[in-house]
């Protein structure tokens, strides 16, 4: 779900590096090849970063496909592998039956605390992609 934003910024981060350091490159004497990893990806490197930042701060807002997905069992296991519940599963399951006091102020503030994660992974993200941006928009 999330590989289709990844590949669309990741993209434009690669799009965003100026066309003087692929020709630059390429004239002396580097192949297409050589330039796309050596000069290209490197250069867009933290654009390529914050692409993978945003599809996992939208990976976490997700709930109700990772709640399919990864298995819907609120035991906490060793293995990565092993079925498990996330933030948004939680609250997305338990809200309704949520009774008494202490338990829907539990699922409020787990919601705060997804909300809190997705803004800061959001906001580095978008802080490495204008970095990128930025360091490609520059004249010398």
Do not use: C
């Amino acid at each position: 779900m999330t590989v289709p934003f990844i590949i669309s910024v990741s993209r434009e981060s690669l799009l965003a590096v100026p066309r003087e350091q692929r020709e630059a490159a390429l004239a002396l004497g580097a192949t297409r090849w050589e330039t796309t990893w050596q000069i290209v990806v490197p250069y867009a490197k933290l654009g390529i970063l914050g692409s993978i930042f945003l599809g996992l701060a939208r990976a976490l807002g997700e709930t109700m496909a990772v709640t399919m997905v990864i298995g819907n069992d609120p035991k906490a296991h060793v293995s990565l592998l092993a079925s498990g519940y996330s933030i948004a599963a939680v609250i997305a399951n338990e809200f309704a039956e949520a009774g008494g006091r202490l338990h829907p102020s539990a699922l409020v503030e787990l919601g705060l605390v997804l909300f809190g994660l997705t803004i800061v992974i959001n906001g580095l993200a978008r802080l490495m992609i204008v970095a990128t941006t930025s360091k490609g928009s520059k004249r010398s």
